[in-house]
């Protein structure tokens, strides 16, 4: 006989799997001259960040100590000051996401830009 206790899963706890996300597709009008052909901008407008999710996708990414530092800083400021509880995935995630909408909004006066053309 096993003294081991049999635990509900997050799932059962948590009300179900989350759901997949999807990536929005391209779509493609063809009404003769005047077709068009949603563009990239317009799939990264569409998006927003995923949140908190299981992801597929990985990439990794190197920092500094201070960019590290940095982005700790920002999670701990966040849960005592606003009351709000994120991971450094997800904090990067929302960051990636405003830049994203930035850079479709304002183009070569988006901040992204700037900060690429100010350190070649």
């Given at each position: 006989m096993s003294r081991r206790v049999s635990l509900p899963g997050a799932s059962e706890l948590f009300g179900g799997?989350?759901?997949k996300?999807?990536?929005p597709e391209k779509r493609t009008t063809t009404d003769g001259p005047s077709s068009t052909v949603?563009?990239?901008t317009t799939v990264v407008d569409d998006r927003k960040s995923s949140?908190?999710?299981r992801h597929d996708t990985k990439i990794t990414?190197?920092?500094t100590e201070e960019e590290l530092l940095g982005l700790e800083q920002t999670r701990l400021a966040l849960r005592a000051e606003h009351g709000l509880t994120a991971d450094r995935g997800r904090i990067v995630r929302?960051?990636?996401d405003v830049l994203l909408a930035d850079f479709v909004d304002h183009g070569p006066d988006s901040v992204l830009v700037r900060r690429l053309k100010a350190s070649e």
């Open positions: 799997a989350a759901p996300q999807t990536r949603r563009s990239r949140g908190r999710i990414v190197y920092v929302e960051a990636i």
